[in-house]
């Protein structure tokens, strides 16, 4: 809204020309966001405590989590609301990147809230049933695909997408094949943050470090001397998403602050879904769906631990008569926490991996 606005008085003080700087409006779009969920932070959390919204903990996970029951959850909620506002405030909104990334953020986030409302508040413990939880990603993953390949949103065909440490190849799939493909991305993406939120804190400090690198990537594909310089797809706009990016950075920092260890409150799967559909999409629309795996590598190892687990304990079972299992408990932040590291060590070791992570997606564009 301020980059339609303001801008327009430049000519009577020279001051609101910043308003053009993406660099700017990004910067004020993370501060925006930390500062609302800061303000409506403890509101929230009382809120959610009036309503009796409390988190439900298994009671075949860790012994340590059963403490946490009646904590309040949903709280992902704060998250999704403090970066559409900065987002919303701060945005070029005629810009299809931030449509799009915005819409995604509102959308998964409203499928989380379902079954977040169906497990808490109706005490349905089943919650959203998976199939259906799948077939909301899916139909919107789908719908994204499809929108990308009929009304493309810049230069490069949308079926086209980057190869990390290669600047001289790029993958092309077959238009149907790439509708399905950004459809997995989504659900694998949001589903890999929902998975990894099982311990304080860790989503969203993992969330905020893609977040913040995406937007970084954002910025460098949106400008045409630094994409040509790093032999990266020119996508004029792009540079928009750095400032949803921020944004959402920003409100992961700013719910951390209540979700730290031990947390105030849980972001459930109100928060988790957008998450990581959020960080899907706009991995889609910067054609960089490959640097996702690199980006969230620990969430792509929480997903892995969990499909290892099940397969190979299905496997001994139909072999021996007996499962058995890989892990102690799976996902593998819960194989550490049986070993006896604390939960604080965990989610900082994490953490740590996940920059680590960042440092070598970075890494690929010089070595392009």
């Not at 500062?35 to 996970?61: C, H, N």
């Not at 899916?138 to 990390?164: A, D, E, K, Q």
């Not at 590598?297 to 929480?302: D, L, S």
Request: hydrophobic fraction near 55%; aromatic fraction near 12%; proline fraction near 4%.
């Amino acid at each position: 809204m301020l980059f339609h606005l303001l801008p327009g008085f430049a000519d009577v003080f020279t001051v609101f020309n910043v308003f053009r700087y993406i660099t700017f409006r990004a910067a004020g779009a993370l501060g925006t966001s930390l500062l609302i969920a800061f303000v409506l932070g403890p509101m929230t959390i009382r809120a959610l405590k009036r309503y009796g919204i409390g988190q439900v903990v298994r009671e075949d996970g860790p012994a340590t989590h059963l403490p946490k029951t009646g904590t309040p959850t949903m709280g992902g909620a704060l998250i999704v609301v403090s970066t559409a506002f900065s987002t919303l405030l701060w945005a070029e909104l005629t810009n299809w990147y931030t449509v799009l990334a915005l819409l995604s953020l509102v959308m998964m986030g409203a499928i989380g809230f379902m079954d977040d409302y169906l497990k808490v508040v109706q005490k349905r413990t089943a919650g959203l049933i998976a199939r259906y939880k799948m077939l909301g990603q899916w139909t919107f993953g789908l719908g994204l695909g499809l929108f990308l390949i009929l009304r493309p949103i810049s230069p490069v065909p949308p079926n086209h997408t980057m190869v990390p440490f290669f600047s001289d190849i790029a993958l092309v799939f077959n238009p149907v094949v790439y509708v399905l493909f950004v459809a997995l991305v989504i659900s694998g993406s949001s589903n890999g943050v929902n998975i990894t939120d099982g311990l304080d804190g860790l989503a969203a400090g993992l969330t905020a470090i893609a977040a913040t690198t995406f937007g970084i990537f954002a910025y460098l594909l949106g400008r045409v001397d630094s994409s040509a310089y790093l032999g990266l797809f020119y996508l004029p706009g792009a540079g928009e998403l750095s400032v949803l990016a921020l944004a959402l950075a920003g409100g992961c920092l700013g719910f951390l602050w209540f979700n730290t260890h031990p947390a105030e409150v849980f972001m459930g799967d109100t928060g988790s879904l957008a998450l990581g559909g959020v960080i899907g999409v706009m991995a889609i629309l910067l054609k960089a769906e490959f640097l996702l795996v690199i980006v969230g590598g620990v969430f792509v190892v929480e997903v892995l631990s969990v499909f290892l687990q099940v397969g190979y304990f299905k496997y001994t079972r139909r072999k021996y008569g007996t499962g058995k299992r890989l892990l102690k408990m799976a996902p593998i932040h819960h194989h550490f926490e049986q070993m006896g590291w604390s939960e604080s060590k965990i989610v900082v070791r994490f953490w740590i991996m996940g920059i680590l992570c960042a440092m070598v997606a970075f890494s690929a564009l010089k070595i392009r």
